[in-house]
């Protein structure tokens, strides 16, 4: 690899670097994880108490949160699953969810790509 195709890669590296550090600690990001993280542990938690006692694979409020994270994240490992009709309408209700948190995520994630681009446009700029 030639010198100057490693400090491209590098370069790059860095630039990717510098936004997600950015994203993460920006408000919004964490205000979204912390609400998306609070819904979906409070749905695990409907979903445990209409499940319990009628399906025996949610033998605790934990069997509820894996069932939470994995559907929210659209991971669906298929493992836990609702057998209730109220059950499923709730699982379906965390798969618009998770659909609609990581739709945001990504919308932060072009922000921020955008956000960095503009300042090292402007940063050029003023140099020169």
């Avoid at 400090?7 to 990717?16: D, G, M, N, P, T």
């Avoid at 408000?27 to 695990?44: A, M, P």
């Avoid at 409020?61 to 929210?72: L, P, S």
């Avoid at 948190?101 to 681009?117: G, P």
Wanted: hydrophobic residues 50%; proline residues 2%; glycine residues 8%.
């Amino acid at each position: 690899m030639s010198k100057k195709k490693a400090s491209e890669i590098f370069s790059h590296s860095l630039h990717f670097s510098r936004v997600v550090l950015t994203l993460v600690v920006s408000k919004t990001f964490l205000s979204l994880t912390l609400v998306g993280n609070i819904i979906i542990l409070g749905i695990s938690y409907i979903l445990y108490l209409i499940e319990k006692g009628v399906n025996p694979v949610f033998n605790d409020y934990f069997d509820a949160v894996w069932w939470g994270f994995a559907t929210a994240t659209n991971v669906g490992y298929g493992d836990i699953v609702p057998i209730t009709t109220f059950g499923r309408c709730v699982g379906i209700g965390l798969m618009l969810l998770g659909t609609a948190l990581f739709a945001m995520y990504t919308a932060l994630f072009a922000q921020a790509l955008i956000e960095d681009e503009f300042l090292s446009l402007k940063k050029k700029k003023d140099h020169v």
